[in-house]
């Protein structure tokens, strides 16, 4: 078992940076591949990136290619989302979700490959 807690949401301005982290406990947090995803009031969740457990490989949504970047440190038990260059179309709760490295049936933006999931932060970026 594996519990997530989201948290460095808030307001910030077209242009500007957050950083989000998310924060681990409860199992061996370095075995989970780690994803971030957002939900806009009335829409469905989406994939914005992912990173493996070992932190060698990341991927990031095309929508949000470079601006935001996945990092983690498994000596602290959190994985980071650095978010640069916000846009108001980026307003959304964030979450984070933990799944097995060796998960084999579904990609890393599928988030039917996670099993654990946070509460969420709430990002709002205003023009």
């Known amino acids: 078992q594996v519990h997530l807690v989201e948290s460095g949401g808030g307001l910030v301005q077209a242009g500007g940076y957050l950083r989000l982290s998310c924060a681990a406990s409860g199992s061996t947090f370095s075995r989970y591949n780690m994803g971030w995803f957002r939900q806009a009031p009335g829409k469905e969740r989406e994939f914005v990136g992912a990173?493996?457990?070992?932190?060698?490989?990341?991927d990031v949504a095309g929508s949000v290619k470079g601006r935001f970047t996945v990092s983690r440190d498994n000596a602290k038990n959190t994985v980071y989302l650095q978010m640069n260059s916000l846009k108001p179309e980026d307003t959304a709760v964030y979450y984070c979700a933990a799944r097995p490295s060796g998960q084999p049936y579904y990609n890393d933006y599928d988030l039917r490959a996670y099993d654990y999931w946070g509460q969420g932060t709430q990002v709002t970026v205003s023009s």
């Open positions: 990173i493996s457990w070992s932190g060698g490989y990341t």
